[in-house]
């Protein structure tokens, strides 16, 4: 069983940035299966960010140009720079290995307007 935790999460304003983290135990290898989900009140769960399994990455539309995925294999950690952030950004976000299907618990980001 892998546990997935997630960090980095707190309260910012429009146009601010935040960093979450996501740290695998044990090691998920080359971390390729990994990605970022939110889910904002009243909404479903939506994608946000991925890695493909060539070691590229995939953005949502909406997070595209904003937003960065990255990861430290060293530190079996994943990362997500949000960068320019809007008040349609709050959510309670989350990490994701889409192989075996494990979900971190969320960090919520809170964007005022």
């Known amino acids: 069983q892998v546990q997935l935790v997630e960090s980095g999460g707190g309260l910012v304003q429009a146009g601010g940035s935040l960093r979450l983290s996501c740290a695998a135990s044990?090691?998920?290898?080359?971390?390729?299966?990994m990605g970022w989900y939110r889910q904002a009140p009243g909404k479903q769960r939506e994608w946000v960010a991925e890695f493909t399994g060539f070691g590229n990455t995939n953005y949502a539309d909406s997070v595209k140009g904003r937003f960065t995925i990255s990861k430290d294999n060293a530190k079996n950690t994943m990362y997500l720079q949000m960068n320019s952030l809007k008040p349609e950004d709050t959510a309670v976000y989350y990490c994701?290995?889409?192989?075996?299907?494990?979900w971190g618990q969320g960090t919520q980001v809170t964007v005022s307007s």
């Open positions: 044990p090691s998920i290898p080359s971390m390729k299966s």
């Open positions: 994701h290995e889409r192989v075996r299907g494990y």
